[in-house]
Every structure is written in structure tokens, then in C-alpha cells.
């Protein structure tokens, strides 16, 4: 492995899948996983022995033991419900998402739509799109909508529920906060308090991390991001690296991984020179930032990959940076078996391909899909 990559780093966000583990557990031990699908469910793929996209609704939508909040800089992310108070209290939005409303419809409609919003959901659980419908709302105004429902989820008046259909579903219900969660109400934590929590937990997840990694991962601003570091207990700092005390270098992960895009173990720190080679960034991030689907052996980026078919049917492409010995084609199709029966298709085949783009100077989005179109 590269000595300039960083073995702690892959060996805390659990991609070693040696050990039996929870969804809840994983999550919790990553500092939160990416809640849009596939990514979610894929990501757990990664990282739990066994598991099956069913573990992943049970904890969201039966158990309620997970919750997707977009918290963290505004982006959706999979929160253990335990940690919901401190994430919303550190990372608070609502006056972002209410003024972009505002400035879209004024805050009068505003006001409205929430009143019409929370009685509609009263002890129902609706889309997006079937909230937009009841209310009769254009076209042009579902943009504002798409803010205040995040405000209210902000607010913790209502929360994401149940509603998906499948493991590539994203068009997830919303029901009243106080209803989905009777025994979990509302708790405000201080802010600083709350800060320093979530610092704690993203070291332990993504440490050793600079200040400008946790700044872009939480969203907050350098000078509330280096208070919250410098207030976490047994931290220590060696350069422009925080970390928690008492951890120590250790072997990467062994074996091949296939990661989807936003996995969070090369996505949530902004120097991602310790985790990818820069050589590799135009083929592994878009301009935007954007991390494509990656294959990670050993803890190392070593090529990039595309998921075609429908639920029933797993295409994959598969595009190695350097020539590929048969061990490595055997792990590919080895994990593509894995993730076929997580996510219940019956059938799954692999290709590997000639074909590096640079998604930097690629179509917008392509790095959601690396290896199709021109």
C-alpha cells in the first residue's frame, strides 16, 4: 500500500467486513452513512457481513433505530436516532432553508404551506410529490417546497418515514415527528456542547483529520469547526492532523470492496490526498467534488465501476487503472455476488471494460455513471 495513504483511516470505516455487525453499529462506527440510494443500502453492503437491503428498513422503518436527516452541511445522511438531538443541534439549517423559501414565495405562504403541510400528515404518511398534489402546488414553486419540507425536518416537526419501494427508491414519506417517534421527543442540546459531540464522532470515524476536513464535513464554519476539535476530550494534534487519543496505525483492510458513489470513507474529509492517489482524483472525482463508484482493494483505490440492470437483473462494469490479474477480476465478481443477493436480484453479471474518463471535464453527473455513455 502507498505510504502516502492512510491505513487508520480505511480500517475505521469498517471495509475489513470481518466481524459480525449491526447496520446500527456500522453506522454508528462510520460517523453516518450517505441516506440516499442505492448509496445507503450499498454502503452497507460494504461493511456488514450478511447483510440484506431488508436490515437496513428495518432499522429505518420498523425498529426506527436510524434516521435519514439531511444534517450534515445539508446533505442526507443515515443518523442513529440516539445521536439526532446533538447532530440537528450542532449543525443547525433552519434559518438557511426558511430564507430560501422566503425568498422564493415570501414568508406568508410560507407560514401556510407549513400549517397545510403538518394537518395533511397528521396521522398519514406522504410523499413529496402526493404532498405537492394535495396542496396543488405549480411546477415552479416545488423548488421552495423541496426547502421548507427539509425546514420542517430541520425543525423536527416531521421526518423521513417510510414509502420506498425498493433498494434504488429515494422517494421516501413523511410523517409527523411526534408520531413516527413517540418515545424520542425533541430535545434541544447546546450548541457548542453539541459541536464538540459531533466532533468526537467524526474523529473516531474519519480521524486523523485537518480542520478544513471537518469544516466541509459538518458544514460549519472554520472558527465554529476549530472550537468544537479543540474542546473534544483526549484529542490530540501532530501538524494540522486532529485525532483521538490512544488510536494507533494499523494494517489496512484486506480484500476488494466495491463502493458506491458518496461512499463516505473517501468522500467525507476535503484533503483527500491520504486516501486517494492524486494522480487518480480526475478519474475518482468529478469538478464538483463528486466521488464516483470506486473498487478499493486493500484499502487503495485501484479502478472504477458502473451498476447497470434493474432490481431484479445486476449489470457491472468494471475498469481497472492498471492491468488486473484474474485474482482481482475473481474478487470483483465475488463481491458482485454479495451485493446481487443483499439487494434480492436474481441475476449478476461482470464485464470488465477499457474505459478512464475524466470526470472533471465529463457531462454533469456522469460520475454517477463512469463507464457508459460516449
Known sequence: ?????????????????HRDLTVEEAVEATAGIYSTAP????SCVARVPGFVAD????ALYRDRTLLRIGALRGSGFLIPVERIDTVASATDRRGWHEGAVDKAVGEKKRL????QIVDLLDGEILRAR????????SGEESEPLRFLLSSLTDHRMIVAASGVRSWRDNQHGYAIWDQWLPDHPVRRIDADEARAEVASWYLYGHGPATLEDFSWWSGLNKTNARHALDSVAGAVVEGDLYDIGGRHHVDPPSGL???PIWDTAAVTQKTRRRMVDERLYPYVYDASGNLTSTVVRDGEVIGIWDRGGDNNRIEIKVAFFEHAHKSEVDAVESEAAILANAVGASDVTVAVVDRIV?????????????????
Open 1 to 17: 500500500m502507498a505510504d502516502y495513504l492512510d491505513r487508520e483511516q480505511w480500517h475505521r470505516q469498517l471495509l475489513q467486513r
Open 39 to 42: 448509496t445507503s443500502y450499498l
Open 55 to 58: 436490515d437496513l428498513d428495518r
Open 112 to 115: 401556510q404551506w407549513t400549517s
Open 130 to 137: 402526493e404532498i405537492r398534489a394535495r396542496l396543488g402546488i
Open 257 to 259: 470492496r466495491l463502493l
Open 358 to 374: 475524466d470526470l472533471t471535464q465529463a457531462s454533469r453527473n456522469r460520475f454517477m455513471s463512469p463507464l457508459s455513455g460516449d
